[in-house]
């Protein structure tokens, strides 16, 4: 059976036609396509689409299909298992590597950055049940984190993988937190300490592990998928070891259906390397013994909704970005962009936000959404 008969048949199990007239089909300019993407699956995938070998209208509504019918368990290549050996064999996320993805992603721009996400730049998904604009899904999501933790004035609260100081800020001006922000982005540092000038924050380059204060709250949002499994016990430790008796810590974070070891090889190679999602079992694992497990809230769907606006921000604004960036970073982009909002539309991937305690909350937590 050549390459393009057996591409047919797997993507009409996602109802998907090459060369279809449907906006989710994808449109074949190059016939080397099929081969290429059996040999080394969804990495040539990604790079065929950056290479402009195919296309498809709705980017979001292809990916959507193929996730809903989870089409990608069905490509297994060497050079998959190959990378999934080498991420169980080696510790991808430990100290010596912590702060590449911030070289890598974070630190690719931030003008790229100010014009894509809202105007507090939050680069986690925002809380769209009584919204209507990103701007709003992200302040509801800063107020819900703060309700959550019962968030007094002058109370200590670090904040784990802070960017560009966006909760920071709400916090300290909100509710007259004094933040403690760490990251491991030189450039987030820098914006993130322009933003906050004049409140009671303290921005700073850190990893997680080297952490040792006492603290009321601790928040972690979007941070814990560059953690790693190999880690996230240690991980929780240290929160425990750094969060005060009667504290809450709430994390945020994007969540897998399944327990994996590592990302998919395009994410890890373009966009997150060393970046993987905990599932139920994993986070489940790595707090007993640890916290108390007091609230688990999920809103997956609604990172569609940001991603989505994400898009439409940097596509906007991509004549102003285009000289510096070039078309195939455009491409890179999109994909990255549109394939994560496709695979939270077919609830592939899920977003959580866990409250722990140390000791349990006396008398119950009260849930708040």
Request: charged share 25%.
């Amino acid at each position: 059976m050549s390459s393009k008969k057996k591409a047919q048949e797997l993507l009409a199990i996602a109802s998907v036609e090459i060369n279809g007239k449907n906006p989710w089909d994808i449109q074949v300019h190059d016939e080397r396509f099929y081969r290429r993407v059996f040999a080394g699956g969804s990495l040539e995938l990604g790079e065929s689409y950056m290479d402009e070998w195919w296309d498809a209208k709705e980017l979001d509504a292809f990916f959507d299909r193929i996730f809903s019918v989870e089409l990608n368990r069905k490509l297994i290549t060497l050079p998959l298992l190959l990378h999934i050996a080498r991420a169980r064999l080696l510790n991808l996320q430990s100290t010596s590597r912590a702060f590449r993805v911030g070289e890598r992603h974070y630190d690719v721009g931030n003008d790229l950055y100010m014009r894509m996400l809202d105007t507090r730049m939050v680069y986690t998904s925002g809380y769209w049940k009584d919204a209507i604009t990103l701007n709003e899904a992200q302040e509801a999501k800063l107020d819900l984190v703060c309700r959550k933790l019962n968030v007094q004035r002058g109370q200590r609260v670090l904040d784990v993988g802070c960017g560009w100081g966006s909760f920071a800020k709400f916090a300290a001006e909100k509710y007259g937190a004094e933040v403690v922000g760490i990251t491991v982005s030189k450039e987030q540092k820098k914006l993130a300490e322009e933003n906050t000038k004049g409140l009671s924050v303290d921005i700073r380059l850190s990893d997680y592990r080297d952490v040792n204060e006492q603290f009321d709250h601790i928040v972690s949002l979007g941070m814990f998928e560059h953690v790693g499994y190999k880690n996230y016990r240690e991980y929780m430790k240290v929160m425990r070891q750094n969060l005060k008796d009667g504290g809450l810590f709430l994390l945020h974070t994007i969540g897998s259906n399944r327990s994996v070891w590592t990302t998919d090889p395009w994410i890890e190679k373009y966009i997150f390397p060393g970046g993987m999602l905990p599932s139920v079992k994993q986070i489940g694992k790595s707090i007993e013994g640890v916290f108390v497990m007091e609230d688990w809230h999920n809103f997956g769907a609604d990172y569609d909704k940001t991603l989505m606006a994400w898009f439409k921000n940097f596509d906007i604004a991509w004549p102003e970005l285009k000289k510096k960036y070039g078309e195939r970073f455009y491409r890179m982009w999109t994909y990255y962009l549109l394939a994560s909002a496709g695979s939270f539309r077919s609830r592939k991937n899920q977003l959580w936000q866990i409250v722990l305690s140390k000791k349990g909350v006396r008398g119950g937590y009260q849930s708040v959404r």
